[in-house]
């Protein structure tokens, strides 16, 4: 208080207290004020100069202006609560003389006004002053503790203590929620431990505690209860009965915990750092069940019937759950969005301010959260707005995991500010604290302390622990909890005596504790009584109104898409990411022969890189897919695990984070195929190879949001990402030809399982045989090339190979050698198959035994006969090749008739047709190009050309570049073939992370290598 302030306030009471002249009384009065404020040496000379101002004064009449001047004086020098002290020392002072009169009463009014104190408040407070009897106290705002079983009162509160001599009142000032107390009797009463004297009007700060002999103390969470009505809500009891847990180990962390409270308190939770405070919290709250006992809410068991307190209790961990990129509105506004969807945009946004006011935090709405390391808000708002988003919708039970922890004492002392207030809206609030000040401290109504191995060592008021704890081990002074001269407790004193070690022959202390943990334990259950409650008939009140699933799909995106933006870094890297990584491949493979005089520049046709760059930007699709999923919940599961109190949708919020990932894919495809293509110059398939690599990017997005499912270090997740890719570059057929895979897991005819379980191998073909044959020069010359090359194949590669085996078959047929039988009958059911198939196509029907060759019934007839077949069934290949080259010829004769058309040719070709992909997709580099297997012969050259097997209902086993598939006897091209296959593997990783099925795996692995687990 400054000099000037002072000299205001004594000149105020001068101007107050010479009404009739000051006695003797109100001299005192202001001695013991400024005795209050002053220290001794002062107190003389500040009273002699209230002397002198009533002297000034003497012969001046009392002048109301004079009042109001004095008063705006102060005003803006002090707060409401100040206020309202200076107005109750006005009154003591004036009405020391035991009266007031008209005109004393008529200033204080007039000073109320000034003020801002209504004058309901000041007519409280002339009560509480003057009231000498208990009799005289009958207030709504007032309190009164006495010994009498009945109470008198008709307005006025009123508790009960049979060993009190005199009374106690507790007057309450709403206005300001200021609490006074006055004491007039015989008995030593103590104030945190001071002695109240008898008539003296004090101040009554949070955590108070009155005692006396005999009596159980009044708590200041007591006192509250009286003024606050907690009728008009549903009243909470909560009860945990004989808790244990043991963790997965086999190791206890609670042992037989037991607590009983009610809706209107706050509770410390406190222990050693081990000590299972943590576990406990969340064992009440539900997200751990207990090994054995229960929890109960109003009698409702919350881990048998967690369905029926949905929405009742709220949690706020240690950890931030806030989004980062997010402001500090749009954290509360999204949070409130999900909890009441029958409000309308107003309320929501009348709400969010209101909570950003209580919370302080209204000037900082608009601020980004920012990260712990680099912080926009400060610890204490980023804690506050913790607190914020359960506050939004006022969970009738609270937990709060250390919400102190690495803030200030003063940021400390606001949370518990906030959470007090909110069991006074008649909520249960618990928290786990640690290292508490004394004004902490003493807020808290009740405390649990549990000691190493999870033991329960106490439950009861916060100050009478530090009396229980020296009572116990017979400390001097074990009576005194608080301070005699301050009223302060030190918490920090529980645990010096819970832990206090033992001291060797040598003086020095030893790791031994003098009183173990199962002995303190002991020792509560011995002294304290069983903690019982009366279960409430109240049903649970929730004020959620969740919104629909399809709403929270759209509130999830809009919020993952607002942080997205807000994340300045994130949007530049990943939509340049695009483009740079195209520019990057497209300039480095964008390859022409400078030695070749006839080439003028770069020309699309004769770039041998193109397959190269196709299977790069699928890889690179991947890649892209992965990264910007892999992160997606990892980042989000603290969040997902305050959610998880809401009971908000999980298929919502995985199709949120889906369609946003499917929608960035999209972009990044786009941008990278628009800059490729336009590097390389690959002319008119935009859509297609665009299609091919979203698709791709999808499946890498689930891919990638499962393993951020399933794991829970984000290092985990990108050292997995290359597990992930090495799988999808050697499998797809490119790095290592199927054929030259390891026996084992390879094939030589066809695409082996492990090649059909890439999403690089459908993608890479899709992209091959789509860039072959559909672009326009492709489009044109196809269906000719197509029976060109397989009258080619027939003629000189599969019927000189049954014409072999047929020689063969001759020769051996009359072998007395059973190898040499056995391989004939091979060979003779192998020719009679392929002479079906061909029978087929030519439409012949001539031939007679084809159907019964074995070896007993072939002879030299049978053999000239197929020799006949084969020999015209080569000459039918034959003329089928030359009629499709004439029509081939005849066509491109049409298209370069003139010099203007040749050219227009020659630039069609070279701007849509690569030969580095028509090599690869007609496998001529290939030295077998037909093969036996299984029986069958099978055709390596030409992949391109062939149609599928109609013998397969599902062509998953196909070859390599073969142009369609077979799926249920519908012929369909390989891009829509592929790119549904892909998106089917999408759809099945969708499934797993819905079900999380992943993380079940790892959790199973986990468990089977415990010891327990393996036991059983």
Known sequence: MSEALLKAILRLFAQVAREGGVTKQEREQISFFLHEHLSKPAVDNYLHQFDEYIKTLADTHVDENTIRKLCQEINAQLTQKQKVVI????????????????????????????????????????????????????????????????????????????????????????????????????????????PVKPGRISVLAVGSLLRWDKDEPVYYGSILKQFVNFA????????????????????????????????????????????????????????????????????????KNPERIEGVIGFVPQDDLLIEDLTVYQNLYYAARLCFSHKSEAEIDGLVMTVLEDLGLAESKDLKVGSPLHKTISGGQRKRLNIGLELLREPAVLFCDEPTSGLSSRDSENIIDLLKELSLKGKLVFAVIHQPSSDIFKMFDKLVILDTGGYQIYYGNPVDAIVYFKRTINMINSEEGECHECGNVNPEQIFNIIESKVINEYGHFTNER??????????????????????????????????????????????????????????????????????????????????????????????LNIPAYLFMSVIVALFMGLTVSAEEIIRDRKILKREAFLHLSRSSYILSKISILFMLSAIQTFMFVLVGNYILEIEGLFLEHWLILFTTSCFANLLGLNISSGFNSAVTIYILIPLLLIPQL??????????????????????????DLMASRWAFEAAMVTQFKDNRFGEEFYKYDKAMANADFQKVYLIPELETRLQYCLQSYKSKDDADRAKVATDLQLIQAEVVKELEVVGQDKYKGVSDLTVTKFDSTVYENLSAFLNQLKQFYMKRYNAADQVKEKRIQELTSTVEKEKAFEKLRESYHNDAVAELVKNLTETHRIIESDGRLVQKIYPIYKDPDPEHMVDFDAQFYMPSKHFLNTRVDTLFFNTGVIWSMTFVLALTLYFDVLRRIIDGIGNLSNPIYRRK
Not at 236 to 254: H, Q
Not at 256 to 284: P, Q, R, W, Y
Not at 730 to 755: C, E, H, Q, R
């Open 232 to 303: 008009s809500l549903n009243r909470i009891s909560f009860e945990a009965k004989n808790i244990s847990f043991k963790f997965k180990n086999g190791k206890l962390g609670l042992r037989d915990v037991n607590l009983a409270t009610e809706s209107g308190n706050l509770i410390a939770l406190m222990g050693a750092s081990g000590a299972g405070k943590s576990t406990l919290l969340h064992v009440l709250n539900g997200s751990e069940k207990p090994s054995e006992g229960q929890v109960l809410i109003n009698g409702i068991d919350i881990h």
């Open 87 to 194: 107005i109750l020392e006005l009154i003591t002072i004036i009405q020391a003389d035991g009266n007031i009169s008209a005109h004393e009463d008529h200033l204080m009014k007039v000073i109320g006004e000034t003020f801002k104190v209504n004058e309901e408040e000041i007519d409280a407070i002339e009560v509480f002053v003057l009231g000498n009897k208990a009799e005289q106290l009958d207030h709504p705002d007032i309190l009164i503790i006495d010994s009498l079983l009945t109470s008198n009162f008709s307005k006025a509160k009123h508790i009960v203590r049979t060993h009190l001599y005199g009374f106690i009142s507790v007057l309450h000032v709403k206005q300001n929620d200021l609490y006074f107390i006055k004491y007039l009797g015989a008995t030593d009463v103590f104030l945190n431990g001071v």
């Open 730 to 755: 050697i499998l797809s057929g490119v790095v290592v030809k199927f054929d030259k895979l390891n026996p084992t897991i390879g094939n030589t005819a066809t695409v082996p399982f492990v090649g």
């Open 514 to 607: 003098k009183i173990s943990a199962q002995q303190w334990n002991e020792s509560y259950l011995k002294y304290h009584r069983p903690i019982t409650i009366k279960p409430s008939d109240d049903v649970p009140h929730s004020t959620l109104n969740i919104p629909t699933r399809l709403k929270q799909t759209r509130l999830f995106s809009l919020r993952d898409i607002q942080a997205k933006i807000h994340n300045t870094q994130y949007m530049v890297i990943n939509l340049l990411e695009a483009p740079v990584l195209a520019f990057i491949l497209a300039f480095i493979v964008r390859y022409y022969n400078v030695d070749d005089k006839h080439l003028t520049g770069y020309l699309f046709g004769k770039n």
